[in-house]
């Protein structure tokens, strides 16, 4: 009978943090899980979910967290008008599994999505407005979504911000602006030998489709590049970690094992063969595009060519004059001054 | 002919018998902020007794033990998961004449974690239900440094209190490993009479003193 009375009690404990809780208000936090093909994901909904609007965070990666996205000027600016749900996509963050790897691929990550958009509605209700905003890897996983069946008819807008959605076209940008901006800041003296590296490589690239090796080097270039420029601020990783990694209640460990995994899965091979281009035109969503003035990672051509495609009326393309590929963060105000009208005027 | 000295010890080996208590482990478990307890039993199997007379006739002893030992452990981390772990390994135990002691213990295990939050599943129609009891089976294996302080060898209380750092790793996590570090603060009470074990002592003097 003790036995009985002690496994009861430890049953209790265990599962009273699996209790369904759904909070609206305008200063709420909670967190859920969305399973879905040997993955769970872990799903942060912070602000005021009485708004009825949630702006729902595709993080990049694939591997990253969404939880760097929940900076305190996002919760200051965003999230005291609507909710936003921080989606820690599936080998990412603090999302779970076992044996997962056959499933880490867009087909399965894009209904990974589209449950999650399920849940959202079903815990805050079918008369929810939802706005996808996309950031770099998210960017291919939100168009793979927008472009499969119906499912633009879930979301109110779709925003995109320093995010890719074909992975080829991303490439030849980054060569094309990295070879501008080289050629200009050589001209200038700034930056001499880095920038004299970066043109080298860009010019002993063959044309065409690099290979992923090609692409990961193009990439690290890209990445350094932003911070040749003064107007740029670099993205504090480690100072945000720090300040919200206890009261955020952070997984370091599995966050960073699950990204040293995920850059080394065959999804990163997978990725280079899709191309939208042919299904974009279907979007007629409203589509707001932020780009960084200096993100070579994913460079603001990448939205015009998005904006171009697609067959919605209403589109809105903006440059964040003083970021590279860290918009939200790097141009913060403006970011936020951006999204909020978009959703506003589209909720 | 160089002048140097070939020294020789005397040494002497003998093997003894005992029945043996068991001792008994609680913890607090905890992984940064992150709160848990840990509980188990530790079954001495093995211990040397090491006698070691200096040159000058000054004495100096220290044994070490090698203990099988059998945990339960939960810790809580909040939104993202709590882990209910079993595990069994080895502890080799060095104790000084103080009663300081430093430990190392791998251990195997099975995790099961149940995750930090309401689970959701959606059916092909697009129908919403709730996973209870939702959470993962793991593998794990554990390894453990510890240091503390025996007070049934200067004190003759049947107690120690020690520290440790364990580093945990669950597997198949996500297609990879899960490490996780964790920190106990514990006590070891040591019974005259629970779960008696049979176990080797074997007491060596080393004597220097008469070289």
């Known amino acids: 009978m003790k036995h009985f009375t002690?496994?009861?009690?430890?049953?209790?404990?265990?599962?009273?943090?699996?209790?369904?809780?759904?909070?609206?208000?305008?200063?709420?936090?909670?967190?859920f899980y969305v399973e879905n093909q040997g993955a769970s994901m872990r799903v942060l909904v912070e602000g005021n979910t009485a708004s009825k609007t949630i702006l729902l965070f595709v993080h990049g990666g694939p591997g990253s967290s969404a939880y760097f996205y929940n900076t305190d000027y996002i919760s200051n600016h965003i999230e005291d008008k609507y909710a936003v749900a921080y989606w820690d996509q599936r080998n990412a963050g603090a999302s779970q599994g076992n044996n997962n790897a056959d499933n880490f691929n867009l087909p399965t990550m894009t209904e990974d999505l589209e449950k999650v958009i399920q849940v959202l509605r079903y815990r805050y209700g079918n008369d929810v407005s939802i706005f996808l905003l996309a950031h770099s890897f998210g960017g291919i996983l939100s168009t793979s979504f927008m472009t499969k069946n119906n499912n633009q008819d879930l979301i109110n807008g779709w925003i995109i911000c320093?995010?890719?959605?074909?992975?080829?076209?991303?490439?030849?940008?980054?060569?094309?602006?990295?070879?501008?901006?080289?050629?200009?800041?050589?001209?200038?003296?700034?930056?001499?030998s880095q920038w004299q590296e970066i043109l080298n490589y860009c010019n002993s690239l063959p044309s065409g489709m690099?290979?992923?090796?090609?692409?990961?080097?193009?990439n690290s270039y890209a990445t350094d590049a932003e911070t040749y420029?003064?107007?740029?601020?670099?993205?504090?990783?480690?100072?945000?970690?720090?300040?919200?990694?206890?009261?955020?209640s952070y997984a370091i460990t599995s966050t960073f094992l699950n990204l040293k995994y995920s850059q080394n899965a065959d999804i990163q091979e997978e990725l280079r063969k899709y191309d939208f281009s042919d299904q974009l035109p279907m979007v007629s969503t409203p589509?707001?595009?932020?780009?960084?003035?200096?993100?070579?990672?994913?460079?603001?051509?990448?939205?015009?060519?998005?904006?171009?495609?697609?067959?919605?009326?209403?589109?809105?393309?903006?440059?964040?004059?003083?970021?590279?590929?860290?918009?939200m963060y790097q141009d913060q105000e403006l970011f936020c001054l951006r999204v909020n009208e978009f959703i506003e005027q589209f909720k | 002919m160089s002048g140097h000295l070939v020294f020789a010890q005397q040494?002497?080996?003998?093997v003894t018998e005992e029945n043996v208590s068991s001792n008994i482990k609680l913890a607090y478990n905890s992984s940064i902020?992150?709160?848990?307890?840990?509980?188990?039993?530790?079954?001495?199997?093995?211990?040397?007794?090491?006698?070691?007379?200096?040159?000058l006739g000054k004495e100096r002893h220290l044994f070490k033990e090698r203990l099988f030992s059998t945990n339960l452990g939960w810790y809580h981390h909040s939104t993202f998961h709590n882990n209910l772990y079993i595990t069994a390994g080895f502890t080799m135990r060095r104790n000084n004449q103080k009663g300081l002691f430093t430990e190392f213990s791998p251990e195997l295990g099975y995790s099961r974690t149940f995750l930090g939050g309401t689970t959701y599943q959606v059916n092909e129609n697009g129908n919403v239900s709730i996973k209870k009891m939702a959470g993962y089976n793991y593998a794990l294996v554990s390894l453990g440094v510890g240091l503390g302080y025996d007070f049934s060898v200067s004190k003759s209380k049947p107690i120690a209190i020690y520290s440790k750092i364990n580093m945990l790793t669950m597997f198949p996590y996500n297609s990879t490993i899960y490490i996780r570090p964790t920190v106990e603060l514990g006590i070891i009470y040591k019974p005259k009479n629970f779960l008696k074990f049979n176990s080797k002592t074997k007491h060596i003097h080393k004597d220097k003193s008469q070289l």
């Open chain 2, 11 to 14: 040494d002497s080996v003998r």
């Open chain 1, 6 to 31: 002690f496994i009861i009690i430890l049953s209790a404990v265990l599962c009273s943090c699996q209790k369904e809780q759904i909070e609206i208000g305008t200063d709420v936090s909670e967190t």
């Open chain 1, 162 to 192: 320093s995010a890719s959605h074909h992975y080829p076209l991303n490439d030849e940008l980054t060569r094309d602006a990295l070879t501008n901006y080289a050629n200009q800041e050589i001209a200038s003296g700034n930056h001499l």
């Open chain 1, 229 to 248: 420029f003064s107007e740029v601020e670099p993205f504090p990783m480690m100072d945000i970690i720090k300040a919200n990694a206890i009261k955020q």
């Open chain 1, 287 to 327: 589509v707001l595009t932020l780009y960084g003035q200096y993100d070579f990672i994913c460079p603001p051509a990448l939205g015009n060519d998005i904006s171009d495609m697609v067959s919605s009326d209403e589109t809105f393309d903006y440059i964040l004059p003083n970021s590279g590929h860290i918009g």
């Open chain 1, 210 to 218: 690099l290979t992923l090796e090609q692409a990961n080097k193009l």
């Open chain 2, 33 to 55: 902020v992150y709160p848990g307890l840990k509980a188990g039993i530790e079954l001495p199997f093995r211990k040397r007794i090491i006698n070691k007379t200096k040159k």
